[in-house]
């Protein structure tokens, strides 16, 4: 997909105030996709994507509350903390039907982040295609890369991202918004294997205090 292509296609990233969120937001817009800024505050939006247009130099971002977002975009990008999951997909719900959601969410357990958390419906990713069921294209990624890695939005990152889902042409898509924001994206199965994917997280959080570290990640060998 060429810059041009990619200026056709607008992705939403709803808690894109957070800073994952945002480090994310940068990359992509500069790569030629129309990215929307989404928050549950639209004014909070707004203002978060004006302060990364200043950041970026240019007019790159726009910012619209999480439904009005979802509305307006093809690919969904849900970076919202797992407290705020259930309920943020409930009020994009109406929105997402025949899209692509990606689903960034990990399901950890404040304060014990550095201990992996398995959620009833056993991921993230696998309790949003139950609540949103089949109509929706779900596809779980960017799990294990940190925001620190991705602050400076022309700077390379050193992590591989896994890619989780059922769809092969939603994960291919994924995969060049991973490409657009400077990494190697793979394809590590059904959105089953999403439960492995979001559980390294609390690892590599145990990691980084632990050899006092700033954002470990994981590279795949091999390939």
Same mark, same amino acid.
């Given at each position: 997909m060429t810059d041009k292509e990619r200026s056709i296609v607008t992705v939403a !990233?709803?808690? %894109?105030?957070?800073?994952?969120?945002?480090?994310?937001?940068?990359?992509?817009?500069?790569?030629? $996709?129309? =990215?929307?800024?989404?928050?549950?505050? %639209?004014?909070?939006?707004?203002?978060?994507?004006?302060?990364?247009?200043?950041?970026? @130099?240019?007019? $790159?971002?726009?910012?619209?509350?999480?439904?009005?977002?979802?509305?307006?975009? !093809?690919? !969904? =990008?849900?970076?919202?903390? $797992?407290?705020?999951?259930?309920?943020?997909l409930t009020s994009v719900k109406p929105y997402l039907d025949g899209k692509i959601l990606v689903d960034v969410t990990v399901p950890m357990m404040p304060p014990k982040v550095r201990t992996v958390h398995i959620?009833?419906?056993?991921?993230?990713?696998?309790?949003?295609?139950?609540?949103? @069921?089949? @109509? =929706?294209?779900? =596809?779980?990624?960017?799990?294990?890369?940190?925001?620190?890695?991705?602050?400076?939005?022309?700077?390379? !990152?050193?992590?591989?991202?896994?890619?989780?889902?059922?769809?092969?042409?939603?994960k291919q898509e994924v995969i060049r918004l991973v490409e657009a924001a400077g990494m190697r994206g793979i394809d590590a199965g059904t959105l089953e294997n999403s439960v492995a994917a979001e559980a390294l997280t609390p690892v590599l959080l145990y990691i980084n205090r632990k050899y006092k570290t700033v954002g470990s990640g994981i590279r795949i060998t091999g390939i």
């Amino acid at each position: 997909m060429t810059d041009k292509e990619r200026s056709i296609v607008t992705v939403a !990233v709803l808690g %894109g105030t957070g800073k994952e969120g945002s480090a994310l937001a940068q990359r992509w817009a500069l790569h030629g $996709y129309r =990215v929307i800024i989404g928050s549950r505050d %639209g004014e909070r939006a707004k203002a978060r994507a004006a302060e990364l247009n200043q950041q970026l @130099g240019g007019d $790159y971002l726009t910012g619209m509350e999480n439904s009005e977002a979802a509305q307006q975009a !093809v690919l !969904v =990008v849900l970076t919202v903390p $797992y407290s705020a999951h259930k309920d943020t997909l409930t009020s994009v719900k109406p929105y997402l039907d025949g899209k692509i959601l990606v689903d960034v969410t990990v399901p950890m357990m404040p304060p014990k982040v550095r201990t992996v958390h398995i959620p009833e419906g056993k991921s993230a990713a696998l309790e949003a295609r139950a609540l949103l @069921g089949d @109509g =929706v294209r779900i =596809v779980s990624a960017f799990q294990n890369v940190s925001h620190e890695k991705l602050n400076d939005p022309n700077a390379p !990152v050193d992590c591989d991202i896994l890619i989780t889902g059922d769809d092969d042409e939603a994960k291919q898509e994924v995969i060049r918004l991973v490409e657009a924001a400077g990494m190697r994206g793979i394809d590590a199965g059904t959105l089953e294997n999403s439960v492995a994917a979001e559980a390294l997280t609390p690892v590599l959080l145990y990691i980084n205090r632990k050899y006092k570290t700033v954002g470990s990640g994981i590279r795949i060998t091999g390939i």
